[in-house]
């Protein structure tokens, strides 16, 4: 069965029977998905922090014991969550826990995020997640599991996907653009993003079999990073980058034997570094 929940919440304050009619329109909606078919036990659970304007979420869960947990601060969001897979999350990190208490999983205003996962190997789907932290303003944040993301947002899938991917992002800082993907026929990929800065543009594409590894700290502002992994091997990339100024890198690992590659960039050039590097 397929669900489909758009809708748009605008100014709701912290008045508890705002939030009441929200919760029980999900659950007249849970119900009714309950009595029109088997029971898919898919969640829901979006909680508002604080004065909340112009809020704009889209949810599609079209598979079973998928589970959306997160809560939102701030004014003029947008959230769009795709589920087209069985047992799969998407929310608040288990490494901190939910953050609810401190301004949100996502806290600020402006903020665009967008979460595509999808299986397409029925009871043999393992579990995507994606977790994920966002403290700040503007920051455009667009996720695949199961898909290929373009550099310019296209979105591309194919027959072939058995889930099982991760993702953790976090991001304090504004104006950041990051663009995640992941998809393989049975092997599991991982990424692990700290984005501390502000100005930051982020793409990591992880395909084919062999488990892909990345894990990426960005403690400055205004770097570029492209990180490429794909061939059937096992690769791993791990990068940290800090500095008074920025960092261009581009990393592909496209090979099919394993590779492996660290760097930890201090970059206090006047007008940035460059880092290219290809292990094919």
């Not at 592909?252 to 590659?261: E, G, I, L, P, V």
């Given at each position: 069965m397929k669900?489909v ?14 939030w009441?009619?929200?919760a ?12 029109s ?5 898919n ?27 997160m ?59 994606f ?15 199961g898909?290929?993301?373009?550099t ?19 991001v ?5 653009e ?9 092997d ?15 793409y ?16 400055n ?17 791990t ?11 581009d990393?592909?690992q ?26 094919n």
């Amino acid at each position: 069965m397929k669900a489909v929940i758009k809708s748009t919440f605008y100014k709701i304050n912290r008045d508890p029977n705002n939030w009441f009619i929200v919760a029980l329109w999900f659950g007249m909606f849970l119900c009714f998905a309950t009595l029109s078919t088997k029971a898919i036990a898919n969640d829901i659970y979006i909680t508002q922090v604080g004065t909340n304007d112009d809020l704009d979420i889209e949810i599609k869960q079209d598979g079973e014991d998928n589970e959306i947990k997160m809560s939102v601060g701030g004014s003029n969001n947008e959230i769009v969550i795709y589920q087209e897979t069985d047992d799969s999350y998407v929310g608040y990190t288990t490494s901190w826990g939910p953050l609810q208490n401190y301004g949100g999983d996502l806290d600020g205003n402006n903020n665009v995020l967008k979460v595509y996962q999808r299986c397409t190997a029925g009871a043999n789907c393992k579990e995507d997640r994606f977790e994920f932290h966002i403290a700040g303003d503007n920051n455009d944040i667009i996720a695949g599991q199961g898909y290929h993301i373009t550099t310019t947002k296209g979105i591309v899938t194919d027959n072939s996907e058995y889930g099982g991917q991760f993702m953790k992002l976090d991001v304090h800082g504004s104006n950041n653009e990051v663009i995640m993907s992941q998809r393989a026929a049975n092997d599991e990929h991982s990424v692990t993003a700290y984005v501390y800065g502000s100005n930051n543009e982020v793409y990591t594409s992880q395909e084919s079999n062999g488990n892909k590894t990345i894990n990426l700290r960005l403690n400055n502002n205004g770097n570029d990073v492209d990180i490429i992994q794909g061939g059937s091997a096992t690769h791993s990339a791990t990068v940290t980058l800090n500095g008074t100024y920025s960092t261009d890198l581009d990393l592909t690992q496209y090979s099919d034997t394993a590779q492996s590659y660290s760097l930890t960039q201090t970059c206090q050039t006047n007008g940035g570094c460059s880092v290219q590097v290809t292990q094919n």
